[in-house]
């Protein structure tokens, strides 16, 4: 479960880093104002793949240690309490 969850967020990462690109690219006109903006976000989500790439190292670290049937075990708890507040 820890690998599959530290696979999901590199791929965020590399997709971050994909979508920043292209939203500085694809925002771009003639307009000063419109190039600022497309400039500002493009940073913005520039922003995100660090995180990403921090969490898939501490998840992939986690399954390392062992620790992947405790998230199983979490889990589960939180299917049961979940299933719980469904019925009421």
Same mark, same amino acid.
């Given at each position: 479960?820890? !690998?599959?969850?530290?696979? @999901?967020?590199?791929?965020?990462?590399? $997709?971050?880093?994909?979508?920043?690109?292209?939203?500085?690219? $694809?925002?771009? *006109?003639? !307009?000063?104002?419109?190039?600022?903006?497309?400039?500002? *976000?493009?940073?913005?989500?520039?922003?995100?793949?660090? *995180?990403?790439?921090? @969490?898939? $190292?501490?998840?992939? =670290?986690?399954?390392?240690?062992?620790? !992947? =049937? !405790?998230?199983?075990?979490?889990? =589960?708890? @939180?299917? *049961? =309490?979940?299933?719980? @507040?469904?019925?009421?």
């Amino acid at each position: 479960m820890l !690998d599959k969850l530290g696979y @999901l967020a590199a791929g965020l990462g590399f $997709t971050s880093i994909a979508a920043s690109i292209a939203a500085w690219y $694809t925002e771009k *006109t003639e !307009d000063e104002e419109e190039n600022a903006h497309a400039e500002r *976000t493009g940073i913005f989500i520039g922003l995100w793949p660090q *995180t990403f790439f921090a @969490l898939a $190292t501490i998840l992939f =670290k986690l399954k390392e240690m062992g620790h !992947d =049937k !405790d998230v199983e075990r979490i889990i =589960k708890r @939180l299917e *049961t =309490k979940m299933n719980e @507040l469904g019925k009421k």
